[in-house]
């Protein structure tokens, strides 16, 4: 599945309130590609809330720091960073060992409006592998699969059996949500985030 297939050029997008509503945009179509490869796996699927293998204390992009900020609160935030280090009650199942602090007992307190990356946990993930050289690179035509083992049992980790369709095209993904982090960084509410690739998604104060 690819959300990145109907890409449109960024240009124009020099707006806070355009960058916004394109990422909005790009998370629509994320969320519907995720739908499609949730239905085509549904058999193998064991993701439910109260399962927070995947949940662990990530950096995001400052455009998708930005936009949580901006929907909980810079309050909130803060708050949420000094209980960031707590850890999900003993119900949950196959707790991370160092969890998000948007975890609220095995269940995501800001799941309408969580990162992109968090949206295609649990699937068939596919990367492009680059390999370089002293010259650069050398070749960028080469894949991998990453999955999560608690759904997809039985695979071989050397040779995995998922096709093309079955995997989620990360690598269209992160063109795109980086684009649109560049744009942000050019408005007047990205500047303070000059020279940071990653933010940690509950860092109240980045």
């Known amino acids: 599945m690819n959300p990145g297939g109907n890409l449109r050029p960024l240009r124009g997008v020099d707006r806070l309130a355009d960058v916004l509503d394109r990422y909005r945009e790009l998370a629509s179509r994320v969320d519907a590609g995720v739908s499609h490869l949730v239905g085509a796996h549904r058999s193998r699927m064991k993701c439910a809330a109260?399962?927070?293998?995947?949940?662990?204390?990530?950096?995001?992009?400052?455009?998708?720091?930005?936009?949580?900020?901006?929907?909980?609160?810079?309050?909130?935030?803060?708050?949420?960073?000094?209980?960031s280090n707590s850890p999900p009650r003993a119900l949950v199942s196959h707790p991370p060992p160092n969890p998000c602090g948007f975890l609220r007992d095995g269940v995501c307190s800001i799941y309408r409006d969580r990162p992109l990356v968090c949206r295609v946990h649990g699937l068939p993930l596919r990367y492009r592998v680059v390999s370089y050289d002293e010259t650069g690179v050398v070749s960028d035509d080469a894949f991998t699969t990453v999955w999560c083992d608690l759904n997809f049992t039985g695979q071989d980790p050397n040779r995995p059996t998922f096709t093309d369709g079955e995997c989620f095209d990360m690598n269209a993904l992160n063109t795109e949500l980086d684009a649109l982090n560049a744009a942000f960084l050019r408005t007047a509410a990205g500047h303070r985030f000059a020279g940071k690739h990653g933010v940690f998604l509950c860092d109240g104060s980045a």
């Open 50 to 83: 109260g399962c927070a293998a995947c949940c662990t204390r990530i950096s995001v992009l400052p455009v998708e720091w930005y936009i949580v900020r901006a929907v909980i609160g810079a309050d909130a935030m803060t708050d949420l960073n000094e209980k």
